[in-house]
C-alpha cells in the first residue's frame, strides 16, 4: 500500500518475483509484469448549457434560424443526435452538429421555420466526456417573425477536381462545396449535372448530412477517359431561405487512358 497518492498520468510497473509461491509450495512461474497508468480525479460534474441563440424570449427571428448551443465543456459526440433535440414547434426534422471544440451544437431544421409562430428547444440525453448528463437547462422560447434574415444567394467556395485540372482519374467523385446549407429539395440530378464532351451523363448526387456538400458521381461507376467533364449546377439550387444560386459551371479534363 502506498504511503500517498501516485502522480496523475504516472505509469506505475508491478513486477512479480520468482519468490511467491502459493500455499502448496509451488513457485510463481517466471516474473509476471503489469503497467497500470494512474488516471485523473473522477469527473462528476455536470455539463451546463452556457447560451442559447436566438435567446430565451427573442421574437422577429427569420424563419430560416438555425438554433445554437453553447456548453461550458466538451460533450460526447455520440449523444448529439436528432433524438437528442426537441423542437416544440411546428417542425419534426432537424441536423445537429458539433464544433471542433465539441463546445458548441448547432441545430438546423431541413425547412423553414413557420412566420410568427413560438419554438421551443429541449435537451435530453447529452452528456461530457464522463457521461454525465446536461442539466440545469429547462427549455427555451423563441417566436419568428414574417420573413427570413438571409438574402444572400448561396455560394460555391470550393470543387474537386479544380476547374481547369487535366489529368483527373476517370473514377473521380465531383464534391462541390457551398457556405451555407441548401434546401434539400432542391439537391437532385434535375439541379446538378455532369456532361462529358457535352452529352450528359446520368449521374447520382449525394448530399453531405448538413447539406453543405454535394458529391456527384457517375452512375456507371467511371467517367469518360480523356473527356472535357463539365460540372453545372442550376439556379434551380437554394439555400434554406429560398434563395437562389447563381448558374455555376466548372470544367476539368479526365485523364487518357
Same mark, same amino acid.
Given at each position: ?18 519468490? +511467491? ?104 440525453? +447529452? ?31 470550393? +470543387? ?98
Amino acid at each position: 500500500m502506498p504511503d500517498q497518492l501516485f502522480p496523475t498520468g504516472q505509469t506505475i510497473r508491478t513486477t512479480f518475483t520468482t519468490g +511467491i509461491r502459493d500455499d502448496t509450495g509451488t513457485v510463481l512461474p517466471g516474473t509476471p509484469t503489469f503497467d497500470v497508468v494512474i488516471r485523473g480525479p473522477v469527473d462528476s460534474n455536470a455539463p451546463a448549457v452556457i447560451a442559447v441563440a436566438p435567446a430565451d424570449g427573442a421574437a422577429a427571428v427569420g424563419v430560416d434560424a438555425s438554433v445554437q448551443v453553447r456548453f461550458n465543456e466538451s460533450v460526447n459526440p455520440v449523444t448529439v443526435t436528432p433524438s437528442a433535440v426537441q423542437i416544440l414547434g411546428p417542425v419534426t426534422i432537424v441536423q445537429v452538429a458539433l464544433d471542433t471544440s465539441r463546445t458548441m451544437m448547432t441545430i438546423r431544421p431541413t425547412a423553414l421555420l413557420d412566420a410568427n409562430t413560438q419554438y421551443g428547444l429541449r435537451l435530453s440525453g +447529452i452528456t461530457d466526456l464522463a457521461g454525465n448528463a446536461v442539466s440545469g437547462f429547462g427549455q427555451s422560447f423563441f417566436t419568428t417573425g414574417t420573413t427570413s434574415g438571409d438574402t444572400n444567394p448561396p455560394v460555391v467556395v470550393g +470543387i474537386s477536381p479544380p476547374g481547369g485540372n487535366t489529368n483527373a482519374p476517370i473514377n473521380t467523385a465531383v464534391a462541390l462545396t457551398f457556405n451555407e446549407p441548401l434546401l434539400p429539395t432542391t439537391i437532385n440530378a434535375n439541379n446538378f449535372a455532369l456532361f462529358a464532351n457535352g452529352a450528359r451523363l446520368s449521374t447520382k448526387v449525394t448530399p453531405s448530412v448538413d447539406n453543405t456538400m454535394v458529391t456527384l458521381t457517375a452512375a456507371s461507376g467511371s467517367l469518360p477517359s480523356n473527356s472535357v467533364v463539365t460540372v453545372v449546377a442550376t439556379r434551380d439550387v437554394k439555400d434554406l431561405a429560398g434563395n437562389r444560386l447563381n448558374d455555376f459551371a466548372s470544367l476539368f479534363i479526365t485523364a487518357a487512358p
